[in-house]
């Protein structure tokens, strides 16, 4: 039965609350400058203090060089105790209960915070955070004094007549960073191990209990606050913290407490995952956490709020923002009353509010605004809405920003409405965005609304979709009509609840090359053939790269001129760059297979390949075997899309596949799968095909190494086809899922993430262009393979390299990075930061100011030139032996550019044990009757490490060969 809000709860200790509701420890920096209270504090907290069932006063440092804020409440000595007795009092005379919160900033704390102390923590690793300092790390010795200074802290709170004490674990500070595998690398006994991370505040905990059964006279509460992940890699992860709050529960503790921002919180580490983490907390506590009152916080503001939070299994909760706008809360839900989002800019007296917890409500949250203003805006828009759109009818021509590139876009008006959308998206990815270009116009028009959603996907063009429409409706009338489009409601699809039963002969999930190959195959072969694809567009991860493939044996190869390259040739270049780990019938069946697999793509599929550009000239090979698609990935995806359209493939996108159906002797006879707006298909198959991809987005999966690479490939590589073939009842085995490609150029376009400058690296690498360290010196062959360059730049301090180029071959460059989803807007901003910002493209007029904005030593940039130039001349590299055939042109006139190059990765290499068949195979070496796989999804024919244009050619042969393997078995 669900606990009502104004029941009384009991805490194991035998504490009574007269009510579930608790005021959520708040930062008010108003504490004099030694952490003593304020008689200003002691007011704001009395005002907020009766209703609630206790008050968690904000967190107070144990040790004097603790802090993690200006302006932070102490508790690290004794005289610090009257003035902390009267804030007790103040609130319990009120009739509340009065917890203080306690902590210690460890690496959180900077230096002029604590009288110049350098921070401590678990480990010598700083913070993730801008102009972090270095902590010192814990001695042994440190670490004892720490926990002992949790337990005077905690005996100067009984002594100050608080009801309880909350442990701070959360936030990042001290008592998380020993349990976090980021900030504690020790190899002691306390840390190490998951075990050995955990000892340290459980050993606080322990400390905290004696001292409370020693010292206090009647029931005290001890709490325990946590954030249940961190982004940080390596780091916390859920499990790790259920792990922890399971330990924790053995030592009783009255209540564990979330650190979130919104009670609904789903994982940071996985958005994809939609299942709250209170959810998850409670499918995984063990019987003794279960007994312990858990507190939910973050977006409670109303009554329903509160409520809805207690259904989801919420003990109880914790408001903030609502006791800073409204300080009887409590009084004010109970009558019914809806509660602001704002505190009046004229109320801070009436609401009790110390002046810097006034500058931190109004700077850091926008909490405080002008409500005279916000309602005249509100009735304004109310207004607005109420009248009837009017525009001067016409044809409005403006752009919208695509993936690549600007949209041209024409929107067209009558007197009231918006009638038609054209968008010219012939410079975007083909297949990547087209669901944008069906789907938002319609939507659009339909509802008379830019309230739409974005296309999964395909944000960026969704949004410059929005854009676009928005700025034409500034042409055809004005600002007001754009608000008034913003602000009317979402369209609304209609869930449904019907489930399909259906039949085919082969389902693929999947849509990306090699589940184009293995339905288009399976339908040339005469198999009925469903495709699923959980994107709004066909192509993959193909659609988004630069549309490289290995091409050897077929008939484009020997037209290219290349008539000596064989099997046996090829195997060998591959085992050398996947350094022998490869598994061997995988590498034969590739190499003997791909070029019939090319000529068919070409011939029957119509992919077109860049026979102008020609084969490529790399160092992974002893024969050239790789040729461009024409227009890259999206032309590629161009072609298979007609094809598609051709054949009798069923086509689901936005059908996301969720459990492989077992025929209960281990093998698989369909699937089920769900569209977006919730139809079910329960589809009945001789064969199941999976070609799903990598796990790249998904760290769960991914090994500690490639957790810090910066992404760039599609953020639906989270690995689904994998968890679904190792589901219970099917078991498939996996290999080498620690294995991952990391290419060496990458530029970092947002924290965490890449965009491939590989498109433009191959134009002008073949004249010019120097790869140099951040000190300016030339440090590899800039020729040499992407694996030996990729040593290179890992084994630099800065995981960094610069391509230096003269401004004949940055035109060229420019021009080729768009089909790695690089626009020529993007370049522009990016120059127009000139190095002040991560990507760095630093531009001056002469290699001397170059090096300035670079950091670099001028004379070191310009002997470095210098040398190579000179080496030209004399047609021999002496330093890196770059080929005289990439040796032909000298570092020309200025101005010069220097671009970031940093390690990129998105291709995994481990995956699903398949035989030659494509069948996969479960964990006891025995085939999966019904199973394939193909492509990406398939581990172990790559080795640790694939060649340029090898993983395209592995998903098309694959998928081809899966099919015809389904047809003859």
Known sequence: MTEKLFDQVTFPSGVHLKNRIVMAPMTTESAYYDGTVTDELIHYYAHRSGEAGAVIVESAFVSDEGRGFFGAMGIDSDDKIEPLRRLATAIKNKGSKAIIQIYHAGRMAFPDMNKGQNPISASSVAALRPNAPTPTEMTHRDILDMIEAFAQATSRAIKAGFDGVELHG?????LQQFFSPHSNRRHDAWGGSIE???????????????????????????????????????????????YFLNQLAKEEPDYVHFSMGIYTRNSIVNPADPEMLIAKYKASRSEALAKIPVIGVGGILQAEDAKAALELGYDLVAVAKGFLVEPHWVSAIQNGRKVKDFADIHDRENLVIPVPLWKFMDTSFQLVKDADAELK???????????????????????????????????????????NIEIDSAGESEGLSDMVFEKLPQQIIDFQTLNVDAVSGASTTSQ????????????????????????????????SNEVVEEEVDVVVVGGGAAGIAAALRADELGLSVLLLEKLSFIGGAISVSGGNQVVMGSKLQHQAGVTDDTPALMIEDFLENGNHANVMDLLTLLANNVGQATDWVHDYIGVQYDMKGGLHVLAEYQKDRELAYDHGGHGFAAAVRDKLAQSNVRVLLQTKAQQLLSDGKGGVNG???????????????????????GYGNNKDLLPPRLRNVLFYGT????????????????????????????????IEVAPGTAKSTIGGNIAVLKENGLLLNVDGKRVVNERA???????????QESKMLYLLLDQEHFDIFREEVAEGGISQADIDQWLAQNGSQTPYFYHASNLKELAELAGMDGDTLEKTVARYNQFVAEGEDKEFHRELRFLQKPVGEGPYYLIEQKPRFATTMGGLVVNTDLSVVNTEGHVIKGLYAAGEVVGGVMGTDSPSGANNAWALTSGKLAAESIEEN
């Open 377 to 419: 805006k509100q009735a304004r828009l109310i207004e607005l809405m109420g009248k009837d759109l009017v525009f001067t009818p016409g044809q409005y021509k403006v752009a919208a920003k695509g993936h690549n590139s600007d949209l041209p876009m024409v929107v067209t008006f009558s007197k009231d409405k918006i009638t």
């Open 715 to 746: 953020r639906s590589s989270m690995g689904e086809g994998l968890q679904m073939a190792q589901a219970k009842g099917i078991d498939a085995a996996t290999l080498m899922l620690d294995q991952g490609k990391i290419y060496p150029n990458g």
């Open 671 to 693: 699937i089920v799968a769900v569209e977006e707006n919730g139809r079910t298909h329960r589809i009945h198959s001789r064969a199941v095909v999976l070609t799903t991809g």
């Open 785 to 795: 393979s992407n694996h030996a360059i990729l040593d290179v730049l890992m084994n």
């Open 170 to 174: 959360a936030n990042t500070y001290l």
């Open 464 to 495: 410059g979709v929005v854009d676009g429409v928005a700025d034409a409706v500034r042409l055809a009338s004005n600002e007001d009509n754009v608000e008034v489009l913003k602000a009317r409601h979402k369209p609304t699809i209609e869930k």
């Open 196 to 242: 050995k991370r955990a000892k340290f505040p459980l050993e606080v905990v322990r400390a905290v209990k004696k001292v409370i059964a020693e010292e206090a006279k009647q029931p005290f509460i001890l709490g325990y606050r946590f954030s249940p992940e961190e982004l940080e890699e390596p780091g916390i992860r859920f499990d790790d913290t259920m």
